[in-house]
């Protein structure tokens, strides 16, 4: 059984920086492809970012790309997500989700190819 657990949500000002963090529990963590993806009130759950296993390959979404940065420390079973220059529209809750194996870049924007989830954090962005 998988467990994912995120942390590093908050309350920011515009301009301001976050880091979240996600541990994974129950398996081998190097095999799992991570992302983050987050939702706002009354809208879809969206893509944010992915990285592989071997941490050769990062994607972003166009709305975050130079402004956030993923990576992952296998040593510790953990993704991050670097969050700079936030803006109100980034506020949402962020989900960090894994996936055994590898895939391929469409793939790694669509939420449903993922296996596993966390509770997700809120992120909130003040104007």
């Known amino acids: 059984q998988v467990q994912l657990a995120e942390s590093g949500g908050g309350l920011v000002q515009t301009g301001g920086s976050l880091r979240l963090s996600c541990a994974l529990f129950?398996?081998?963590?190097?095999?799992?492809?991570m992302g983050w993806f987050r939702q706002a009130p009354g809208k879809e759950r969206e893509f944010v970012a992915a990285?592989?296993?071997?941490?050769?390959?990062?994607y972003y979404a166009d709305s975050v790309k130079g402004r956030f940065t993923i990576s992952r420390d296998n040593a510790k079973n953990a993704v991050y997500l670097q969050m700079n220059s936030l803006k109100p529209e980034d506020t949402a809750v962020y989900y960090c989700?894994?996936?055994?194996?590898?895939?391929?870049?469409?793939?790694?924007?669509?939420?449903?190819?993922?296996?596993?989830w966390g509770q997700g954090t809120q992120v909130t962005v003040s104007s």
């Open positions: 989700a894994a996936r055994l194996g590898v895939m391929t870049p469409n793939r790694a924007t669509i939420y449903s190819n993922y296996d596993y």
């Open positions: 129950g398996r081998i963590f190097t095999n799992y492809f």
């Open positions: 990285i592989t296993w071997n941490l050769d390959t990062t």
